[in-house]
């Protein structure tokens, strides 16, 4: 038994981004608060009048939001007294393009209010088979959040801190790029509620206002040299404070509230992030990141850029010609000699 882990941690800046208009403010926590307690009744009726007393808005203001949810692609039923349902079809929402629907994130759902590390927790429940493919362990804080290369991540309340476990049926090398797809995918989620543009780093950070915001951590069991599951962690700075973040990380670690000013319900950030994973997901199996490959250099914060990249005990500088198919970063070196780094700490200039 074995684990890899890729993450990637650290970029340097300080851009201050602008804040949310109203439009993404009414039309997006909202409107996925509500795809969020739908998920949470998945397949059975959810009155508009119960929807509307929870929270604080019109029938009518529902059903707005209830059609605005359709037009991304829920398959949302609607039955005079009885309510609305969310078929099992899932979103085929802004974002990511959408891929053959297979898994279902977040079908099975551990809620605790303070673990170690839910990459733990996720590990030994799938260990024993007790985690369903697309399950979650979320926890409102952690105490040893994880880090790629040892390193830790603060995780204190008012973040999303979550892991889920998967069973592809790849190759070692055909899973490490899921790194970058899923923060490819938290980008876009993150997205939807912003207006700033929302970056990713190579390999698997993801960047608002030049700052890190969230980020992936992949573990995986292996036997021989097939999968035998993956625990993908998840972390993500949604209402933490800037004294909630460590001193030496304030120049190069923000939040969604320290670069707008306003705080986000978590449940419906969760319920976008989980849309676009789910897309994504599917997308990676059917085409590989070839398929995705283009998403993500449009989201690169430092594609074409001068990087140096910090690997395997040396610095190797030039300039970022982008990812290739394997998800691989493409580096033209000073000397003019094109090279192709597998995992690294990207920094700029």
């Not at 829920?74 to 085929?92: K, S, V, W």
């Not at 493919?133 to 290369?149: L, N, P």
């Not at 923000?254 to 670069?259: A, K, R």
């Not at 978590?266 to 989980?274: N, W």
Request: glycine content about 10%; hydrophobic content about 40%.
């Amino acid at each position: 038994m074995s684990r890899e882990v890729c993450v990637n941690q650290r970029l340097n800046g300080a851009m201050k981004s602008e804040n949310r208009s109203s439009f993404v403010e009414e039309g997006g926590i909202m409107k996925y608060r509500i795809l969020s307690k739908l998920q949470q009744n998945q397949g059975e009726w959810v009155s508009g009048a119960e929807l509307a007393r929870e929270l604080g808005i019109s029938r009518t203001a529902v059903w707005k939001h209830i059609d605005s949810l359709r037009k991304e692609g829920y398959r949302i039923t609607a039955i005079p007294n009885q309510g609305y349902r969310l078929e099992d079809e899932g979103c085929e929402g802004p974002g990511l393009e959408p891929g053959p629907r297979k898994v279902r994130f977040g079908s099975q759902r551990l809620q605790l209010d303070e673990t170690s590390s839910t990459n733990t927790v996720a590990w030994e429940m799938a260990d024993q088979g007790r985690l369903a493919e697309g399950g979650i362990v979320i926890a409102a804080r952690q105490t040893q959040g994880k880090g790629r290369r040892g390193r830790r991540w603060e995780s204190p309340a008012g973040g999303l801190w979550l892991s889920i476990v998967l069973y592809p049926e790849l190759q070692v090398r055909d899973v490490v790029p899921l790194s970058l797809v899923f923060a490819l995918a938290v980008a876009c989620a993150l997205q939807r509620f912003i207006t700033a543009p929302v970056k990713v780093k190579w390999p698997n950070d993801v960047l608002l206002g030049g700052k890190k915001v969230a980020g992936i951590l992949l573990e995986i069991n292996t036997e021989f040299d097939m999968i035998k599951y993956v625990v993908a962690g998840i972390g993500v700075n949604v209402n933490l404070r800037a004294e909630d973040l460590p001193a030496a990380l304030r120049d190069q670690a923000t939040s969604l509230y320290l670069e707008t000013g306003q705080e986000f319900d978590l449940e419906a950030v969760l319920s976008a992030i989980l849309a676009e994973l789910e897309k994504a997901y599917a997308r990676y199996l059917e085409t590989g990141f070839k398929g995705l490959r283009r998403q993500f250099m449009e989201r690169c914060a430092h594609f074409g850029q001068p990087v140096t990249v910090h690997t395997q005990g040396r610095d190797l500088s030039g300039i970022d010609q982008g990812i290739d198919d394997h998800g691989c970063l493409r580096l033209k070196l000073k000397d003019g000699r094109l090279v192709r780094v597998t995992a690294g700490d990207v920094m700029p200039g």
